[in-house]
């Protein structure tokens, strides 16, 4: 196979790449607390010279000076805050700064996520529906005598003008070591630590929106869609090119 059609079949994978998350951005846009997501391409080149050395004229004797096709690096999250909307709901929380709630999920562990649309079970726990229990400062799961209860900007609630537990704020020191794990979740491979005070506040009856700006997605999208097109093209191209250079050569005598 040639260059050019390395090249085509590169750009077709990243676009798909690309396009499979910007679907999961629009997806996900009515997700309360859900985080942007992209992929970032870079150069066959660049990514093994960073695979292989920090020195790029070691790397450049290594691999050469060609660098034909893209790949993905990365992906890259965008933890901008997100607008909040008021619901009036006393077991809704949107955290205003740094910070996620943490849920002790079965399936995964403890997780972190900006979702506050929370709800109390028939056992009185706090629970993020369909991932876990939210946990408390001891990294225990909050339990409440009923939905009826108060929260404090540094997340104390009370029942009856009592304090009866605090809520786990959390963060990392670089965000660039979350790993998202679903819509809106995160873990932290390196662990994480309770959210200073001042950083953040508690809204309780709001929920923070997702970040997903829908019109940047959909320019995005019809964008990717278009390279995708045309790296099809290509490599069709190529194949064409490829057959009829061997058909003649085996004409020829």
């Given at each position: 196979m040639d260059?050019?059609?390395?090249?085509?079949?590169?750009?077709?994978?990243?676009?798909?790449?690309?396009?499979?998350?910007?679907?999961?951005?629009?997806?996900?846009?009515?997700?309360?607390?859900?985080?942007?997501?992209?992929?970032?391409?870079s150069t066959f080149g660049d990514y093994m010279i960073s695979r292989m050395s920090m020195d790029p004229?070691?790397?450049?004797?290594?691999?050469?000076?060609?660098?034909?096709?893209?790949?993905?690096?990365?992906?890259?999250?965008?933890?901008?805050?997100?607008?909040?909307?008021?619901?009036?709901?006393?077991?809704?929380?949107?955290?205003?700064?740094?910070?996620?709630?943490?849920?002790?999920?079965?399936?995964?562990?403890?997780?972190?996520?900006?979702?506050?649309?929370?709800?109390?079970?028939?056992?009185?726990?706090?629970?993020?529906?369909?991932?876990?229990?939210?946990?408390?400062?001891?990294?225990?799961?909050?339990?409440?005598?009923?939905?009826?209860?108060?929260?404090e900007p540094n997340g104390v609630i009370r029942q009856n003008d009592v304090a009866v537990d605090r809520i786990n704020i959390s963060t990392v020191a670089n965000p660039a070591d979350l790993t998202p794990i679903g819509e809106g979740y995160f873990q932290s491979a390196i662990g994480f630590q309770a959210a200073p005070e001042g950083t953040y506040s508690l809204f309780q009856g709001r929920l923070e929106e997702s970040n997903v700006d829908m019109t940047g997605q959909m320019s995005d999208m019809i964008s990717k869609q278009n390279n995708f097109t045309s790296c099809t093209q290509m490599l069709k191209i190529f194949d064409r090119i490829s057959e009829i250079a061997s058909n003649t050569i085996g004409k020829v005598g």
């Open positions: 260059r050019g059609s390395y090249s085509a079949a590169a750009g077709m994978l990243s676009g798909q790449k690309a396009i499979s998350v910007l679907a999961q951005n629009v997806a996900n846009v009515r997700t309360a607390g859900y985080k942007s997501q992209s992929t970032i391409q004229q070691i790397a450049q004797t290594d691999i050469g000076p060609g660098a034909y096709i893209t790949v993905n690096a990365a992906q890259y999250i965008d933890f901008m805050q997100g607008s909040f909307t008021e619901t009036h709901r006393s077991v809704d929380l949107a955290i205003q700064g740094q910070g996620f709630f943490v849920i002790q999920s079965p399936a995964d562990g403890q997780v972190l996520t900006r979702n506050g649309q929370f709800e109390v079970d028939e056992q009185g726990f706090l629970i993020l529906p369909g991932v876990g229990q939210v946990l408390n400062t001891a990294n225990q799961p909050i339990r409440l005598a009923g939905s009826d209860f108060k929260v």
